[in-house]
């Protein structure tokens, strides 16, 4: 009996993990479909209108699965690799072209078209991040969370800088941070390095504002994946979890739980948030609990032991059996936008990511943040079925940024990049004759074997990460 229960409990978890990677692996394969095609036919759409003829135009790579013939003679095809696409245009550096058909080769135009011609994959995805970012904020607004410190880890930097729970940082290094994601981005871009880091901060109700300082010394350079906000110290300010249902015949309904309760402390540790209190139950299946909860103004105390269950990926949780809610009511201002206004927001948006981006790469050259935290297509895919299953707004989300961050890499000057192909028009057109094919040859032979590289890397990332 118990090898079958056994047995049973192991094809649970198995196909659980299946459906789970079945289910990243289509969203991923959506994802980057979607945006090598935007990529792609932003280089066909200008190809087109410089004259040039379009032979091929695939989304992913290898054999062709489907494949059809416009008027004007370009295949398009889907193939069997989707990592990627291609548009292939008629180039008399890749093969013969008959007379007539010369001045519709690529290789014919002059510089200028071949970088506008380059320009415009990365150009299209800055276009379309522009466009979901504009959806998003048009339809959502923005929700940003006031930056509060709850809880000061001690003998962090922020604890050493003198922070304090129930403060509001309003500024750092004198930049403003109106929300917790501008505290973030501020603290990406501290990653790294070593010197004085400023806190501008006040307290509750009060309009007074105070400054202290803390001091970072190569910053999480050497972390992998590292997390900012953890790193300097602080946990943020989360409302309290609230039990909204509790479900018959489950733990927290034998237990005496009710709908409205508000969880104060569990195993006498205060619980801050519904996150932290269900990652608390989620580690101790099958161990007594005692949960503090705050109803009508009473303070409660409840015994209830987690249920053990199998999540979708496989894990052993302890679940009760209630659903959790949390009041962010005063802990977030919302903003509005007009049309004009959200496309603004749009553009502003799309800025601060190729900023971002610019950034990190600056930073991975300069060996302050490490090439641990590169990512390949497993890491990729496991943010696009995380953002799918986080809701459809945050699956656009993750595409205007994936779509930013395709833009800003296809424009860095390496050959076989788009950025390596401008980089070879503009040379041209300063000189007036292209490089030798001997340089162009050694050009790409260095960039693909850099382009190799970065990806071992990532895809070992990916691995070790499993």
């Known amino acids: 009996m118990i090898l079958v229960q056994y047995v049973l409990t192991l094809e649970c978890i198995w196909n659980n993990y299946v459906v789970s990677s079945l289910s990243t692996l289509l969203w991923f394969l959506i994802a980057i479909s979607i945006l090598v095609a935007i990529h792609e036919y932003g280089h066909f759409y200008v190809a087109r209108r410089c004259g040039v003829k379009v032979l091929r135009f695939s989304i992913g790579f290898g054999p062709r699965l489907l494949t059809w013939t416009d008027k004007k003679g370009t295949e398009f095809a889907l193939s069997a690799i989707p990592l990627g696409g291609y548009v292939k245009m008629l180039d008399e550096r890749e093969g013969e072209v008959d007379e007539a058909e010369r001045p519709y080769a690529f290789s014919s135009k002059k510089p200028w078209q071949r970088i506008l011609i380059a320009f415009a994959g990365p150009l299209a ?237 600056k930073k991975l050259i300069l060996g302050e943040i490490s090439t641990k935290n590169l990512s390949g297509p497993i890491g990729i895919a496991k943010v696009a079925g995380d953002s799918a299953k986080a809701g459809s707004w945050a699956f656009v989300s993750f595409l205007a940024m994936i779509s930013v961050y395709l833009g800003v890499l296809n424009l860095l000057p390496v050959p076989v990049l788009d950025g390596g192909h401008i980089l070879f028009g503009l040379i041209e057109w300063v000189k007036g004759s292209p490089l030798s094919e001997r340089v162009q040859a050694l050009g790409y032979q260095a960039g693909l074997a850099m382009v190799l590289c970065l990806m071992v890397v990532a895809f070992y990332n990916d691995l070790v990460r499993l």
Do not use: C
């Open 125 to 361: 995805n800055f276009i379309f991040a522009i466009l979901l970012f504009w959806l998003i904020v048009a339809v959502r607004g923005e929700f940003q969370m006031f930056p509060v410190v709850g809880e000061v880890k001690p003998n962090s930097v922020a604890a050493l800088a003198g922070l304090e729970a129930g403060q509001e940082i309003l500024a750092i290094d004198g930049e403003p941070t109106p929300s917790t994601e501008a505290v973030l981005h501020h603290l990406i871009s501290r990653l790294g390095e070593t010197g004085p880091i400023t806190f501008t901060v006040s307290y509750p109700d009060s309009t007074l504002q105070y400054e202290s300082q803390g001091q970072l010394h190569e910053w999480l350079r050497d972390a992998e994946q590292p997390d900012p906000i953890e790193g300097i110290g602080i946990v943020f300010y989360q409302p309290p979890a609230v039990i909204s249902e509790v479900a018959e015949g489950k733990p927290a309904f034998d237990a005496g739980f009710e709908a409205g309760d508000i969880v104060v402390a569990t195993d006498g540790i205060p619980m801050g948030s519904s996150r932290k209190w269900t990652t608390y139950i989620s580690e101790r299946p099958n161990q007594e609990l005692e949960v503090e909860v705050e109803r009508a103004g009473e303070i409660i105390a409840l015994k209830v032991t987690p249920a053990q269950e199998t999540s979708e990926d496989g894990k052993t949780v302890g679940r009760i059996g209630v659903g959790v809610t949390t009041n962010y009511k005063g802990s977030y201002r919302r903003i509005e936008y007009g049309p004009g206004e959200a496309f603004v927001r749009g553009v502003q948006k799309t800025w601060e990511t190729v900023d971002f981006v610019l950034l990190s790469i």
